[in-house]
């Protein structure tokens, strides 16, 4: 498939199509599973009228495969911060010519980027390059979850500036789009090709990801260091992972041994989750937790090991991002703890929790 630029006649849906074809439900879940719930208006979205704004914010797909017919919305938007950003900067020109200006589309500047991070001695960018480009522009699922993730990190991560900047700087998302690359090849059965890559990612950003981890799409990694997802881990879209995050096995069992992440899922830093066990769509689960039991949709789960200690009544927590822990929260968190402390003892001061 030719890249989608100004030179060729197709693009993505606009936001007008989107919102006729799938209007956002209360929860963000399957149109047929909240056939009777309230729509939300666009207008109380903070990234309402941003691109892709119905995938970003969790409504389901409006179609299994949208039509490109039109401009490309994401490049358009990198090519204008991109040139911007040379008249303020203009020591960053030659760098923003050729990591984004002298290609034609988002696919081409995304492989150019990621290929001069990951060379080395005898990995050379050009053959990198060329192994990104031909995965990613006959790929379609990728290519548009390689723009609803840049939309993620534009839309959840305070500290990305603009679409330009994900693209140019931010690891997590370079991580991520390696991985679907390899996950790709992994199927096409370049397994050693694939395990290469991932090697190389780990070096590099210092997040280890199997190729054979499915990972949906609208994902963030938000800064990426420490991140570990295995060999049978699945990733639901719309997830949100904090850096030191964990999906790993319990030991040394094989087959289905790795988490499974629902949609919409907050994963709070350092987090670590064990097992073939399923983390509910809309969980979340705080950070530096441990978690080895199945955790229930729209549910917080924390501790060492982790108890369900509230629900939810937030929409999709990795949406949100909102991490604050209220007084109500810690409150909870102490009664549990103070009532399974050993021997039966109590803390004496029980009755102050909550004052």
Known sequence: MACLSRHHHRAWLTTQDMVQRCPLSAHHCRLND?????PISLRSLSSAHRLFPV????????????ELDGPDPIWNAVRDEAKLEAEKEPILSSFLYASILAHDCFEQALAFVVANRLQNATLLATQLMDIFCNVILHDKPIQRSIRLDVQAFKDRDPACLSYCSALLYMKGYHALQVHRVAHALWHQGRKVLALALQS????????????AAKIGEGILLDHGTGVVIGETAIV???????????????????????????????????????GNIKIGEGAMI???????????????????????????????PSLTMKHDATKDFF?????????????????????????
Do not use: C, W
């Not at 190389?200 to 199997?210: L, Q, Y």
């Not at 992972?241 to 030991?251: A, D, E, Q």
């Not at 909870?332 to 109590?346: T, Y």
């Open 34 to 38: 909240d056939a009777d719930a309230d």
């Open 55 to 66: 995938y970003a914010m969790g409504a389901p797909d409006p179609t299994p495969e949208p």
């Open 200 to 211: 190389r990612v780990s070096e590099v950003f210092g997040v280890d990801i199997h190729p």
């Open 236 to 274: 639901g879209n719309r997830v949100s992972l904090m850096h030191g995050v964990t999906l790993g096995g319990t030991g040394k069992e094989i087959g289905d041994r790795h988490p499974k992440v629902g949609e919409g899922a907050l994963i709070g830093a350092s987090a670590t989750i064990l």
């Open 286 to 316: 705080a950070a530096g937790s441990l978690v080895l039991k199945d955790v229930p949709p729209h549910s917080i789960a924390a501790g060492i090991p982790a108890k369900v200690i509230s629900g939810l009544q937030d929409h999709d």
């Open 331 to 355: 409150s909870q968190v102490a009664n549990n703890f103070r009532d399974e402390m050993p021997n039966g003892s109590q803390n004496p001061d029980r009755n102050e929790v909550n004052n």
